[in-house]
């Protein structure tokens, strides 16, 4: 497995992954391998994180590299980079599976989450490439403890912003708010560009 | 939900963090708010570096089988000729219960707000088919209301239009007869009248127009509008009306 280490920038992947993924594309399976080897790690590593379930969380990244083989073609460089697309993808693809999943067990999960509320340690016990998490991790301490929990909250647990606000018990608008002020703040630690 | 609140969304957003009713509106707004296109652009980027973070190795065998699998997976083309969420609602030829219009309207069931801005992601058709399954759904539970009023009246060109109205539901139904197409460029946005003031409501194009009958289900909650309108928009739709109305109907009163 590559690693994928890439600090700051705007990139933060190899800079022929965008080439790479309009060959797979056009059906080149070599180029695929090499997509496969850039971005697993990061799609299984976030899969895993938001489901907790190692065996469910497998089966939902195949799903998801999957879908990067077939819908190479729809990606659109001016909308951002190759890998947040890819990331974009298998985050989306994990809330829909831990929402569907929770319909069923909606109280368990509830009391679960109440019982341990998620610290960005236990999400990263996992990580492989030390310089990204550790930029991210301090740029996490910069926020405030409402952003950085309501944000972790719903990226590490795929909750809706009602959940979250039913969780830390304050009002929809502010969760709405510091999920924006949060990220934002972020973003400008992270210096990430469009 | 007001501009200045949609605004307020892109982190929530960029998180997928918001239901599927507030996500459609959400992306309804994008196409029409660059700052704010811009600025779910930067946060998705930025929530992805989150994803980043949290790296691991994945099994040998996980790439063996995804090799394996995508020879026989039949690639998207690249251009994408997006379905009609109508004719996949046609297809489904969901029977809309009771009702007395329902059988008029079953042959062509169709829904407003096409949200482009998703239909980038792969998952999208599927997505977009839940959608219209649930609208479908929701359809068919307004129409079949036990408290829906209805009203119908006539629109220009011998067109006659109906909408059903269920308090109990806070929603709205719009079904058409013998609508033109709109012009190019152009579709028919429908509106609720919170006394005088024209909300968005939802979009109509050109592919939900064809065959006899169509039923829309209007976006938003009916609160406490008392009527509806319709107007021609540029494509995309409005935040305004800005077209010639087509058509004012009052809701009728319990
Ligand atoms: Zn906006």
Redesign the pocket.
Known sequence: MNEVVHIGGIAPMPPDLQELLGRVARGDRDAFSHVYDAVCGPVLGLVRAVLRDPAQAEEVAQEVLIEVWRGAARFQPSRGSAMTWVLTLAHRRAVDRVRSAQASSDRERKAALLDRTPAFDEVTEEVESRLEREQVRRCLRTLTELQRQSVTLAYYRGLAYREVAELLAVPLGTVKTRLRDGLIRLRDCLGVGA | MS?AE??T??GAYALHALSAEERAEFER??E??????Q?VRELTATAARLGLAVNVTPSAALKEQVMRRITTERQDPPKVQQPSPASGARRRGRALPRFVLAACVAAATAFGGVAVWQQQEASDAREEARRSERQSEELASVLAAPDAKVTTGKLADGASGTVVVSRERNKAAFLASGMPEPPSGKVYQLWFDDDGTMRPAGLMDGSALTGPALAVLMEGPVDTADGMGITVEPAGGSERPTGAALALMDFPTA
Request: glycine content about 0%.
């Open positions: 501009t949609l605004h969304l892109t707004h994008l029409d708010c660059a700052p704010c296109a600025e």
